[in-house]
């Protein structure tokens, strides 16, 4: 197709070049032809017929290169064009879809990228809220396939060790979230991190919703 686009791109100059080659072979076929109406001898006219016939020759082979450079550019060229749009976007259509990485959101020195998900969320509390006493939690489950939900605490010194607080298996949506009440009265002050996982029946979920909160002392 690079050639198609260089002929595209000096066809103008093609034509000219041609166009000044034509006026010769013109100049040489009028010159044989007046040449050829004054010569009565046999030898002469047949000299004078040859050079009419290739002038005539040559004029037909410009007027086929000039047809030739016409169809390259203007029917050879669009369709290479259209080919390659084709491959390309076959080689599109067959290319991994890349898989995208949230980008963390760090909030309390915690990744709450999961809490974006209106499908899988702890809706209240919110991250960084004091905390104390009995405190309800309000939380979304309603991805697809759903199977059920579980609710984990976990200190924010020991963040890999986590105990499961609640779990269901009904769905909740924003309009209609799961509520529970958590006494926060039955762990040490500090902070602490609320970790909600939705799961699907195949046993997949997305990214789990961590909430850092600090648990105050109840009032006595």
Known sequence: ????????????VFYYLLGLISLRFVYLL???????????????RQLFLRRRTGALGQLALVAVIVGALYGAVHIGLPQAQFTERIRQATIAAHQPTPTLTPTPIEQFGVDISGCTNPKATILQPK???????KIDLRITADIANFAFFKIEL?????PDVWSTLYNDNTAATEAEPSR??????TVPPGVYHLRLTVMAADLTYPTPCVVPVQVLSPVP
């Open 1 to 12: 197709m690079a050639f198609l686009n260089f002929l595209h791109d000096y066809e103008i």
């Open 30 to 44: 009028i010159a044989a032809q007046v040449q050829l109406s004054k010569t009565i001898f046999g030898l002469e």
């Open 127 to 133: 991250p960084g809220d004091a905390v104390k006493g």
């Open 154 to 158: 976990s200190r924010a010194d020991e």
């Open 180 to 185: 529970w009440t958590w006494d926060s009265s």
